[in-house]
């Protein structure tokens, strides 16, 4: 019906089926079979012809009107689909994700028609800006058996290279050294959520060690520079440590890990997501060795 009413008001103001079918892109045989079905599917005839000319019958005159506002309504509707395509796309991601990696995936999305604006937040704030919809999509943290991307954690100090586990029994102080400082683990707000700090906590009381020495939800910085400056210990994943400088191990007694799925209130802004590759987005959580052939490779579930 719109391609119908385009070439019908192209031609009658064009006065020609030559000219008006040149100005609305179409060949003269397509206009000449589109205004055909018009008239066919009203019951009357929309256009007198001749060999050289085209004007409007009386019933023509009167559904012109109609026919332009239908085009000119269907032509604001494709630009409107066109400014919400190119409509920002906002989306919590982890406050932990590099600048690089994100840089990697706004320019991913960009590539494939969507436009990122990424809000780094902690977990908590992640998941209640998915709940009132101030983001469209969420990369939200759960347990790691639920998840789809998955971030192994480790210790990490300021120590020489190993590559053994270090165990928090280690941690618990002998009789000779008891009015020594303890070493401490030092948690990020990424993982102050209980799958994986209430793990920490369980482990710290049956091996018997201080609450002390186990310090939840400080910022990465304010943690990083507390072990840079002591003998202190900070969960965190490998690329952190790297970025910090500082060596990681895997702990002996359990492997935590986070967990990263995408929340989302209407499941089409969670297929949009979806749709960028799983590497990109796993680079952006801590995971860089993600083969470039593959959106599956260790850490990722499919």
Do not use: K
Not at 81 to 88: H, I, K, M, N
Not at 193 to 203: A, E, G, K, T, Y
Not at 246 to 267: F, H, K, M, Q, V
Not at 273 to 282: C, E, G, K, M, Y
Request: with cysteine; aromatic share 4%.
């Amino acid at each position: 019906m719109v391609a119908a009413c385009r070439a019908f008001v192209s031609v009658s103001s064009h006065g020609s089926f030559t000219a008006g079918a040149a100005a609305a892109r179409i060949p003269q045989s397509v206009a000449s079979r589109r205004i055909a079905a018009l008239e066919q599917h009203f019951g009357a005839r929309l256009l007198d012809r001749t060999s050289r000319t085209a004007t409007l019958t009386a019933f023509g005159r009167d559904m012109l009107p109609s026919a332009r506002r239908l085009v000119e309504l269907a032509e604001a509707m494709r630009d409107e689909a066109e400014r919400a395509r190119s409509r920002p796309f906002r989306m919590a991601v982890p406050a932990v994700c590099g600048p690089l990696p994100l840089a990697r995936l706004v320019a991913d999305g960009t590539a494939r028609g969507l436009t990122l604006d990424l809000h780094p937040a902690d977990p908590r704030e992640r998941a209640e800006l998915a709940r009132t919809q101030e983001v469209r999509a969420a990369l939200v943290a759960v347990p790691a058996d639920r998840a789809v991307w998955r971030i192994p954690l480790g210790l990490a100090d300021t120590g020489g290279p190993h590559s053994t586990p270090i165990y928090l029994e280690t941690l618990r102080a002998g009789r000779a050294d008891r009015d020594s400082p303890r070493r401490r683990v030092w948690l990020q707000p990424e993982d102050d959520v209980p799958h994986i700090r209430d793990r920490i906590i369980r482990l710290r009381d049956s091996l018997g060690l201080q609450p002390v020495q186990v310090v939840v939800g400080q910022p990465l910085v304010t943690a990083a520079a507390a072990v840079l400056a002591s003998e202190d210990l900070l969960l965190c994943s490998p690329t952190q440590a790297a970025e910090f400088g500082l060596n990681w191990r895997p702990i002996g007694e359990l492997d935590p890990a986070r967990g990263y799925d995408i929340a989302a209130a209407y499941p089409e802004d969670a297929d949009r997501v979806a749709t960028l590759p799983h590497r990109v987005i796993a680079r952006c959580l801590g995971l860089p060795h993600i083969g470039e052939g593959t959106d599956t490779a260790a850490g990722l579930r499919s």
